[in-house]
């Protein structure tokens, strides 16, 4: 769903598409193969980026941003995977200044990306 | 546990049907009244009243059922608009063709509202103002957002549906004669009037805002390719123009009768 309404917003303002960048972290290596993932954003747009890796280095990119971790449930073909649904906003001086969790509207994006896409190290 | 009435379910969309058993009740025990009733009464069995009646409690349970009320409940808001156009402009005048006079008039008088649905269908300004707040209201992001997300809410929107549906085509088509604006061109204008004016506010909303305005499908998991901005333009685009062929067809019928009876008289 975020992805999606991101998706939209960037195409409302082609300025802002061009100054961000949308990136996707799998927590499920073993399911989101780069061709997965791959497949799966440019249902969104083909300039989203997919990253992937082991399942410790996801782990520890995860506990680095402050998100809670993932958990797998089950084992077999049909086991599950519990994450957060949250959206971390970046702006252009490199800092994380928000976390979206599920819910968020397509206005709030609207409003909030192009508030963060003024934020450098100049400005305070 | 068993869902009686569709409900906006917040889990990705599957074609697997869903029996909604409420459903089946609210158009069964309708048309099993109907039909007693008309079995029961001295006159033969008007069949193509008997048709209409039927047409209009299947456009009820196709507008209200999986998969129509499902979608419309809580993943897209083109299949919200679907429902209400659904309800008001094909259940609701078709149920008002389908029912006897007779029917009508010892329906209302039981219910004691028959002074009431006789006054409302003699006075057009009240059903046009009863029938576009209703529309105003029941499209308003907060009450999308409330009534679909019970069982109970959701049902009272349908039924709410319905109900302004029947207002707005009493001063037009209803069952008691007495209950009916007289005059042909005052018909036709309000018709004109009560479908084409008011609702053009949340058409145009729905087709132009850059933002979708109902959460509960924006927030919704994906049906097919369709944004929820896309969707949402789509609800906005049936609302303007699907009233048109309907409205404009019935105004072209009143019409062509009229002249008619012109000529027969001259």
Known sequence: ?124 | MITWWCVALEKPWTWSWIPYPGIWIATLLPIAGYLVAVRRHPRPIDWRRLALFLGGMAAFWVASDWPLGALGAGYLASAHMLQFLLYTLVAAPLILLGTPEWLASRLTSRLRIEKAVSWLGRSPVTCAVTYNVILLATHAPATVEVLRRSQIGSFAMDILWLVAGMILWLPVRSPLPEGRVGSVWVRMLYLFLATGVVAIIPASMLTFTTNPVYAIYELAPRVGALSAREDQQIAGILMKLATIPVVWTTIGIMWFRFARQEEARA
């Open chain 1, 1 to 124: 769903v975020h992805l999606a309404q991101i998706a939209e917003v960037l195409e409302q303002y082609p300025s802002l598409e061009r100054e961000t960048a949308v990136v996707f972290v799998s927590v499920d290596p073993q399911r989101d193969t780069p061709e997965v993932l791959r497949g799966f954003l440019d249902k969104f747009s083909t300039r989203f980026v997919g990253l992937t890796g082991s399942t410790e280095e996801l782990r520890a990119a995860q506990v680095a941003a402050d998100v809670p971790p993932a958990t797998i449930t089950g084992q077999g073909p049909d086991y599950t995977v519990d994450h957060s649904g949250w959206v971390i906003a970046y702006a252009p001086d490199g800092l994380g200044h928000a976390i979206y969790p599920f819910g968020t509207r397509q206005s709030v994006w609207s409003n909030d990306l192009q508030t963060l896409a003024t934020i450098t190290g100049e400005s305070g």
